[in-house]
């Protein structure tokens, strides 16, 4: 016993310093090399950081296409999903809620269109993505504020829709963060 | 749709295409053959050295175990104090507290046992130091003790009569220089070239473009996040684990974290069959485990592709499929993918929330965890699956009049009595621990816990109590994946699930390897037309069934109480 204790506590510190130590360290001296150096790949407009590219943020505005409903309001710093489960009625009745927020605030979409996502909260209440349809069934909410046409509301969904990986593997997705500094360079 | 499917149909070809070498590989590593990464070996020696470990010497089971316990103790002692001072201590840019003393213990326990369940935050709960020395730390020697463990089981089953089984701290240390950390590396710097943080600045404040004042957590996140799937340990950087946009930034990130901690279990099964040359045995343990993934798996796609009956009555489309809880880079398919997978394997990581499942879904995640043994984690799978094997030898030999004997050695009463007693433990912590907490709930309703055990459950009625089913079961199983919802930090959770982790881990770690040592020191007889033969379907078969009953059957009370009385209600 007395040898294993000896062996098994300088094991521990010769892995602490070659697992804790080094192994950390080489990660992120080679991650100094990829977008963002490693520290997050932020986004910017007109010279002032606007976000981080991968973290949704909350657009509750009408004349910005919204994101998905977040359990945490998009806290950064404390990421969580809403942990509901698919019969709480208490959950069901914030559903119904956003359901008929969405309805009051883009009257021309039917009930039936409007797809689930945009009334559920996400895994992380950090998601930064809607897919394509979500995005299109607010055109004619943003084209009627921002003075544009649904069409070319459409045109630019499509442009910021990042297809498949490979073109084979995933879902389509669009960025909601790109999408709506897209949107304000449109004239 | 299809590229979704795709997806998935990927994810599980790659990651066995992989285990196949990969399990050769691994086979050569335990054996000392000559490989690839032998340029390790100076390395080694070097570790030996300081570590004081002699390479040479074989140790019989006792002696390996004790060895295996002692470091054990260590290393929880290290991550006890770590996270007890962690607020005093350097390396903590956001300024986050020390873990209360009930905390801590959980916590350290929890990473040391390769579960990972989690009742902190990462971001607000623990620092870079911690996140490191400890979470970290210990998701590499978690992984490769039972590597190691699996491989001492391993020789067991080799002809030559030994008292010896081999040397622990060398497979150990092996598992992770040819194993974790150079994977490890790989897989950090995919997902760090993918966005995912690994400098160690602190929190950011940012202003967002509609006006909003965000901090944003980082730090150094990818080397972690590698290991937390190679390693199958789950536990996350961030708080949302691996729905978090930083620690799964998108669709190609995705199928690496799921192929990482797939392949490792796989192709230990593989490396069993090379390692004993017996490779037929190792596509019946395959096949029987693949059948009971894909069990689990058909329901869980189709009641999520299905979406939310609940939701689909406020009249809204589910063009997808059920999204609460659920990430859009992911969709829906991987996503219920993933939640079988994690809680087969023992991982535990999640890309979406599980408590936000449908219930029939949550059913399948809570049945791949009661059973632990479709995959298993790495080296703790296959030794769930040897009392099951020990069991159907025993089974088998007696249904035939034969004597019940495996590989040339008779399994006999003793050897009987310690697998039946790891199969039972099991579902008395599941079931008792899940019985003490709806009773502390009902009768203590009241008491003056950081989290009152009224304000425990995040959900009512059957839900609600598959929210504590679930705890109880991710800790039994080493898993640490969580119906989240659940208040759990507070000092009935803590130490309840404490206990239940401890001897969820080293019960089916000494266990087998005992079983392995006394058979290992039996007379070889040499098999011949009297013995059962065990690389057969009909002997697969037959595993299966000892499973679907020692397991599937005990534990159908309680689903039935919790996820199945919720499905049945939904409609």
């Known amino acids: ?187 | 749709m299809t590229t979704e499917w795709l997806g998935v149909i990927a994810m599980y070809a790659v990651a066995v295409l992989l285990a196949i070498p990969l399990g050769k590989y691994l086979a050569r590593v335990f054996k000392g053959d000559p490989t690839l990464t032998d340029f390790m070996k100076p390395l080694e020696r070097f570790i030996y050295r300081l570590g004081g470990v002699s390479e040479t010497a074989d140790l019989n089971w006792k002696q390996n175990l004790a060895a295996l316990l002692t470091i054990n103790v260590v290393w929880f002692l290290l991550a006890f104090g770590f996270l007890l001072f962690q607020g005093i201590l350097p390396l903590n840019p956001d300024g986050n507290p020390s873990q209360t003393p009930d905390l801590a213990f959980n916590s350290a326990i929890s990473f040391l046992v390769n579960c990972d369940l989690q009742h902190y935050s990462g971001e607000s709960g623990a620092t870079y130091l911690t996140q490191l020395a400890v979470m970290m730390f210990l998701m590499f020697v978690s992984a490769a003790t039972g590597m190691a463990a699996a491989v001492l089981l391993f020789r067991s089953f080799l002809p030559e009569r030994s008292e010896t089984v081999g040397n622990f701290y060398v497979l150990f240390t092996r598992s992770i220089t040819r194993v974790f950390l150079p994977g490890s590396l790989v897989i950090a710097l995919i997902l760090a070239f993918n966005g995912t943080p690994a400098s160690f600045d602190g929190k950011d404040t940012i202003v967002t473009l509609q006006g909003d004042t965000v901090n944003v957590s980082r730090g150094p996140a990818a080397g972690m996040i590698a290991i937390k799937h190679l390693g199958t340990n789950g536990g996350g950087w961030f708080g949302a684990n691996s729905a978090h946009p930083l620690e799964n930034p998108n669709y190609l990130t995705n199928m690496v974290e799921m192929i990482a901690q797939m392949v490792l279990p796989i192709a230990m099964i593989f490396a069993l069959g090379f390692f004993i040359n017996r490779k037929r045995f190792a596509w019946v343990i395959y096949g029987v485990m693949t059948v009971g993934m894909l069990l689990l798996l058909i329901p869980t796609i189709v009641t999520e592709l299905h979406g939310n009956p609940a939701i689909a009555q406020l009249g809204i489309a589910q063009p997808t499929g059920a999204m609460e809880g659920k990430e859009v880079r992911f969709g829906p398919l991987a996503s219920a993918y993933w939640s079988i997978i994690t809680t087969i394997i023992s991982t535990g990581s999640v890309n979406s929330m599980h408590d936000s499942s449908m219930a029939l879904s949550g059913a399948m995640e809570l049945l791949g965890m009661m059973v632990n043994a479709f995959y298993g984690g790495v080296g703790a799978g296959l030794l769930n699956f040897y009392y099951f094997l020990i069991i159907t030898v025993f089974i088998s030999g007696l249904m035939v009049g034969r004597t019940p004997e495996l590989f040339g050695r008779k399994v006999e009463a003793r050897e009987i009595k310690i697998a039946s007693l790891v199969a039972l433990l099991s579902a008395l912590l599941v079931k008792g621990g899940t019985a003490l907490a709806a009773w502390v709930f009902i009768q203590y309703n009241n008491v003056d816990w950081v989290v009152k055990p009224s304000a425990w459950l995040n959900n009512p009625a059957f839900h609600g109590f598959s929210e504590m089913l679930y705890e109880m079961t991710s800790a039994n199983a080493n898993n640490g994946s969580g119906f989240e919802g659940l208040g759990d930090n507070n000092i009935f959770w803590n130490v309840s699930t404490g206990f239940i982790l401890l001897l969820g881990r080293y019960v089916p770690i000494i266990g087998p390897v005992a079983i392995a040592g006394l058979l290992a020191k039996k007379k070889y007889v040499p098999e011949s037309s009297g013995t059962l033969p065990v690389d057969t379907a009909t002997f697969g078969l037959m595993i299966f069934a000892v499973i679907v009953i020692l397991t599937a059957l005990s534990f159908f009370p309680a689903l039935a109480l919790g996820p199945l009385a919720e499905y049945f209600s939904l409609k």
């Open chain 1, 1 to 187: 016993m007395k040898t294993h204790l000896s062996t098994a506590i300088r094991l521990t510190l010769v892995m602490l310093v070659l697992l804790v130590v080094i192994y950390p360290l080489v990660v992120a001296g080679i991650a100094r090399l990829a977008p963002g150096s490693g520290k997050g790949e932020t986004v910017t407009v007109n010279g002032k950081i606007v976000g981080y590219k991968l973290i949704g943020q909350a657009f509750t505005q009408d004349r910005y296409f919204n994101g998905r409903p977040s359990a945490v309001d998009y806290n950064a710093a404390g990421s969580a999903g809403s942990n509901k489960g698919p019969s709480n009625p208490d959950y069901l009745k914030t559903v119904q809620a956003r359901i008929d927020t969405f309805l009051v605030h883009n009257s021309t979409v039917q009930k039936s269109a409007i797809p689930a996502e945009l009334v559920t909260a996400s895994g992380s209440g950090l998601d930064p993505d809607v897919s394509p349809t979500a995005a299109k069934i607010q055109n004619a909410r943003i084209a009627k504020i921002r003075g544009l046409s649904a069409e070319r509301l459409n045109q630019l969904v499509d442009e910021q829709t990042k297809g498949p990986l490979l073109g084979l593997f995933g879902p389509s997705t669009v960025n909601v963060l790109a999408l709506n500094i897209a949107l304000d360079t449109l004239k």
